[in-house]
């Protein structure tokens, strides 16, 4: 899924200070972060597709607007396109975005939800939605930062991790398992900087544009 925010890296980068220091940031982040709850993140992306950004004046701050997240799909080994509704969304608002989920993602939400009967299915769909809601908007960016919140994006198929972009050439990454990393993802995070066992961040060299 990394490629996939390529695009939106593009908004990121140019919408955060460019007097902020790179670790400066990911130290202030982890600090913020570092004993929050991430369960029901580590298969989702959020905050790639469809992205729109509302200014806060109140904040000084954008606040990141979409209508889908990415659920991964360990059968296929891909991620599923979820609609979602928008936190405070009406009972009647809620219904309406269920009914435009494509047939096979219902099933998939099934599946994934271990419910027998699409006439349970809404009902699962609204708290699963709302406990993904819990945790990843409880997830806070220093004031310095340009975003509220943040893209957030699961590796499922590499091991139980999330990475959070926060600026062009800048990740910080929350290890919950190092024994669930493929042997490649061990590489990868033995080569990171590390605040701490389970909190690493990487700082790469962006070159300036000609």
């Keep these: 899924m990394l490629n996939v925010a390529c695009g939106f890296m593009v908004f990121l980068s140019s919408c955060t200070s460019k007097e902020i220091d790179p670790y400066v940031l990911c130290r202030e982040f982890y600090q913020l972060n570092k004993n929050k709850n991430f369960t029901g993140l580590f298969d989702v992306t959020i905050g790639v597709r469809r992205v729109g950004q509302v200014f806060s ?17 360990p059968i296929t080994q891909n991620h599923k396109t979820l609609p979602v509704f928008k936190r405070g969304t009406s009972l009647a608002e809620k219904d309406s975005i269920f009914r435009r989920i494509q047939p096979d993602t219902k099933n998939f939400l099934m599946t994934r939800l271990e419910v027998s009967s699409e006439v349970f299915l809404f009902d699962s769909y609204v708290t699963f939605v709302d406990t993904i809601y819990k945790n990843y908007y409880n997830v806070v960016t220093p004031k310095s930062y340009s975003l509220k919140n943040v893209v957030l994006e699961g590796h499922p198929s590499g091991g139980k991790f999330i990475s959070f972009p926060l600026m062009e050439g800048v990740d910080i990454y929350y290890l919950e398992d190092p024994n669930s990393l493929t042997e ?19 700082i790469k060299k962006v070159e300036d544009s000609k």
């Design 57 to 73: 004046d109140s904040l000084n701050q954008y606040e990141l607007v979409f209508n889908t997240i990415e659920v991964f799909d």
């Design 184 to 202: 490649y993802w061990k590489t990868y995070f033995g080569k990171l900087d590390k605040f701490d066992d389970y909190w690493f961040y990487e």
